[in-house]
């Protein structure tokens, strides 16, 4: 147990357009969902954490309005990158963490979608 | 803040004992992870352990935490080719609302 998956895998899309990132957990429902984004050869950077049925929270310096999340159900997070630059590309991962919480709190990670904008 | 340091790399040969390193400052952590991450994926959680131990055996996985100098560290035995990847340490506190804080991540280089 404890899948999550990202669609799509990877997205190539031009400036100025918008990209939709999903996150479903697969077989369980979790309340909690984060997401991160990872640049080469470094550590994940947590962007915000989405919360089912209300808005996200989002971390110093992400900016909300570029980067929209949607957590409308226990299974789906979205993460839409709103006029997109070169210099979103990136590589994005989202986790889960069940409901009810179990004590040790552990996240579940999807496989992640790689961002190119040319 | 809250800060997790890990060694870049470490190479070993197969078969031989792994051991990563990790060091962290939030002395509130209450759990800490370690992760696996392969090229192109996501991570893998391996392990975990509560702060108010100091040990736990996993199969070829051994944590150790030191709370004291809060040092934790990630010892893989008998470690075989397959084992290379990238290791995160991460830890999370009661008053971080879940988030995890995690390592740059160490390289683990399996050599034949």
């Known amino acids: 147990g404890a899948v999550v998956s990202q669609h799509p895998s990877w997205v190539i899309c031009k400036s100025g357009t918008s990209v939709k990132i999903e996150c479903r957990s697969l077989d369980f429902q979790a309340t909690t969902m984060f997401w991160y984004r990872q640049f080469p050869k470094q550590s994940l950077m947590l962007m915000a954490t989405s919360n089912e049925g209300s808005k996200a929270t989002y971390e110093q310096g992400v900016e909300k309005d570029k980067f929209l999340i949607n957590h409308a159900s226990l299974t789906l997070s979205t993460l839409t990158v709103t006029s997109a630059h070169p210099e979103d590309s990136s590589f994005y991962i989202c986790?889960?963490?069940?409901?009810?919480?179990?004590?040790?709190?552990?996240?579940?990670f999807g496989p992640g979608t790689r961002l190119t904008v040319t | 803040g809250e800060d997790v340091e890990q060694s870049l790399f470490l190479s070993v040969r197969e078969g031989d004992s792994s051991v990563i390193n990790c060091t962290y400052t939030d002395s509130s952590s209450t759990y800490l992870y370690w992760y696996k991450q392969e090229p192109g994926a996501g991570l893998q959680l391996l392990t975990y352990?509560?702060?108010?131990?100091d040990m736990k055996q996993d199969q070829r996985l051994t944590v150790l935490l030191n709370k004291k100098d809060k040092h934790l560290s990630l010892r893989i035995a008998d470690t075989q080719t397959g084992d290379s990847a990238i290791y995160f340490c991460?830890?999370?506190?009661?008053?971080?609302?879940?988030?995890?804080?995690f390592g740059q991540g160490t390289e683990l280089s399996v050599k034949p």
């Open positions: 352990i509560f702060s108010n131990m």
């Open positions: 986790s889960a963490r069940r409901t009810p919480g179990q004590p040790s709190g552990e996240q579940y």
């Open positions: 991460a830890e999370s506190a009661y008053n971080q609302g879940g988030k995890l804080i």
